[in-house]
C-alpha cells in the first residue's frame, strides 16, 4: 500500500533561518511526488512537484528514491511561508488520486 | 486559470437527510474528479475517483450507497451524502486535474458539513 509520512506535525524556526520540511514514501512502481500549501483560511494550493524540478518561493525538493524521501528545503526562511504544508504522492498516469501525508504546521517566528 | 469552485461553502442538517455538495472546474474541462475528506487536525483522506459518463470508483472503506457520486458534465461532479449522521461531519474537498499536468490536481475550497 502507498503511503506517505511526514514526521513533524509543527516545525518553528526563525526568519532567516534554513527550513526542512521532511517526507518520505512508501510505493512499488514509480511514482510522482507533489508539496501542495495550505495558508490560513485558504484552500490546498500546489507548491511543487518532483518532475518539474523548479523553484517556487524559493522552495526546493529533490526526490531521492534511494532513501524514498522528498524533502522541502528552503535556505532562508520568511514569515509569510508559515502555512500548513502537505507532501502527496500519486501513482502517474493523470487519473489517480492523491495520498497526502499529514501535514506539517510551519511557523516562521520574527 | 485552473479554479475549482464548490458549493456551498458550508451546509447544516438534520441527521436522515441527504446533502448535496457540487463541485466545478470554471476554466477547464475535467474528465477526471476527485473527492476528499478531512477530519479536524487530520490530513485529507481520498474517498473516491469521479469520471466523467461512468461509474465512480471508491476508495476501499467508502460506502458507494451513502457517497453517492455523479459526474455528468466535463465542469460538474455531484457529491450526495445520503442520509447523514453527525459521524458524516466533516470538511469535504473535491479536486480536478488539468489535462497535460501529468497527476496535478486543483483544488476546490471545500465544503464544511455538520449534521445535527
Known amino acids: 500500500a502507498q503511503r506517505v509520512t511526514q514526521p513533524e506535525k509543527l516545525l518553528s524556526v526563525f526568519k532567516g533561518a534554513p527550513v526542512e520540511l521532511k517526507c518520505n514514501y512508501s510505493?512499488?512502481?514509480?511514482?510522482?511526488l507533489f508539496w501542495y500549501v495550505q495558508y490560513s483560511r485558504q484552500r490546498l494550493q500546489l507548491l511543487l512537484r518532483?518532475?518539474s524540478r523548479e523553484s517556487i518561493k524559493g522552495f526546493t525538493a529533490d526526490l531521492n528514491k534511494g532513501e524514498t524521501s522528498f524533502h522541502l528545503k528552503k535556505p532562508f526562511a520568511q514569515e509569510e511561508d508559515s502555512a500548513m504544508y502537505y507532501c502527496a504522492l500519486s501513482g502517474g498516469g493523470g487519473a489517480d488520486g492523491l495520498t497526502f501525508g499529514k501535514g506539517t504546521h510551519l511557523i516562521i517566528q520574527p | 486559470g485552473a479554479v475549482v469552485s464548490q458549493h456551498p461553502s458550508w451546509v447544516i442538517c438534520k441527521s436522515g437527510t441527504s446533502v448535496k455538495i457540487e463541485c466545478r472546474s470554471l476554466d477547464f474541462q475535467a474528465t477526471t474528479m476527485f473527492w476528499y475528506r478531512q477530519f479536524p487536525k487530520q490530513s485529507l483522506m481520498l474517498m473516491a475517483t469521479s469520471n466523467e459518463g461512468s461509474k465512480a470508483t471508491y476508495e476501499q472503506g467508502v460506502e458507494k450507497d451513502k457517497f453517492l457520486i455523479n459526474h455528468a458534465s466535463l465542469t460538474l461532479s455531484t457529491l450526495t451524502v445520503t442520509s447523514a449522521h453527525p459521524e458524516d461531519s466533516s470538511f469535504y474537498i473535491c479536486s480536478a486535474g488539468l489535462a497535460g499536468a501529468g497527476d496535478t490536481q486543483y483544488f476546490g475550497p471545500g465544503t464544511r458539513l455538520t449534521v445535527l
Open positions: 510505493y512499488s512502481g514509480s511514482p510522482e
Open positions: 518532483h518532475i
